[in-house]
């Protein structure tokens, strides 16, 4: 005969235990919110399309912006001018 520790004896559980049965428990028992027919009453509902506010009609300023105001005697390399450098010694 076991030896018994504590005032706790093994019984039969009063109600079925959920971790004792594989499934995927009460998720798929709850109504979807997807759709129009089975949609979950206690869940918000909104429209599924809105044409929402009407927009200004185009733009009559057609310039790249202040982003494209490129000086004169610029290129993709920097500026156009010969180097800042000379083959001279410096004075001491």
Do not use: C, Q
């Not at 399309?49 to 912006?65: H, K, L, N």
């Not at 800042?84 to 001491?92: G, V």
């Amino acid at each position: 005969m076991p030896t018994w520790v504590g005032t706790w004896r093994p019984h039969r559980p009063r109600a079925p235990i959920a971790a004792l049965y594989g499934g995927p428990g009460p998720k798929y028992g709850l109504p979807t919110n997807v759709g129009f027919r089975l949609h979950d009453p206690s869940r918000h509902r909104a429209p599924a399309y809105s044409f929402g506010m009407r927009t200004e009609g185009p733009r009559t300023d057609g310039s790249p912006g202040p982003a494209y105001l490129v000086p004169p005697g610029t290129t993709a390399h920097g500026p156009a001018r010969s180097p800042a450098f000379s083959i001279y010694s410096r004075p001491r």
